[in-house]
């Protein structure tokens, strides 16, 4: 079993910074992609930016120029650097990890418990 736990969410003004981190521990022995999604009030989730294992990295046009993701493989973690925030940022983010627990078999979908992230002044 593998467990992510989140952390860095926060209340913030508009216009702040906020560092997100999650750490993947458990059986574990090789982590494919990892992401970040939020999910606001009567939304459905979205991906707010992924990182592949070479650190390959995407993001929601929505966040492109502000938002930062890093995963550090020594430490199975991975980041999200949020700058210049605003009130549309407000959701719960969730961390996202495609983990191969063994050498053979297949990689399986683990998700984050949320971490609150809210922009208001």
């Known amino acids: 079993q593998v467990q992510l736990v989140e952390s860095g969410g926060g209340l913030v003004q508009p216009g702040g910074s906020l560092r997100l981190s999650c750490a993947a521990s458990g059986s574990i022995f090789s982590i494919n992609a990892m992401g970040w999604y939020r999910q606001a009030p009567g939304e459905q989730r979205e991906l707010v930016a992924g990182?592949?294992?070479?650190?390959?990295?995407n993001y929601a046009d929505s966040v492109k120029g502000r938002f930062t993701i890093s995963r550090d493989n020594a430490k199975n973690t991975v980041y999200l650097q949020m700058n210049s925030l605003k009130p549309e940022d407000t959701a719960v983010y969730y961390c996202?990890?495609?983990?191969?627990?063994?050498?053979?078999?297949?990689?399986?979908?683990?998700w984050g418990q949320g971490t609150q992230v809210t922009v208001s002044s």
């Open positions: 990182i592949t294992s070479g650190s390959s990295t």
């Open positions: 996202n990890a495609d983990v191969r627990s063994r050498a053979w078999g297949p990689s399986r979908n683990y």
